[in-house]
């Protein structure tokens, strides 16, 4: 199916350009990128779909715990890194 649409002038250079680069065309990139997009959005709809009702309200933000530690160890090794004078 043939369809127009409109996109920035840099955006129409960078697509060709890559897929030039790639040795694709740019209907392939252009096909590629929109089922990679639509992939992505059924992941995230089965994902959605699997979270309890509870966590939308408390849990949603659970996966960044693992994360918060990261940043509290980075944290907490740059403080032990101080200078003796930086402490006064």
Do not use: H
């Amino acid at each position: 199916m043939k369809t127009t649409i409109e996109i920035p002038d840099t955006t129409f250079r960078q697509v060709k350009t890559y897929a030039a680069s790639k040795g694709i065309s740019m209907k392939q990139f252009f096909t590629e990128a929109l089922e990679e997009q639509l992939r992505r959005s059924a992941e995230c709809s089965a994902t959605a779909s699997r979270v309890r009702p509870w966590m939308a309200g408390f849990g949603a933000l659970a996966e960044l715990s693992q994360e918060n530690r990261r940043v509290l160890k980075n944290i907490d090794d740059e403080f032990e890194n101080l200078d003796p004078e930086d402490l006064a």
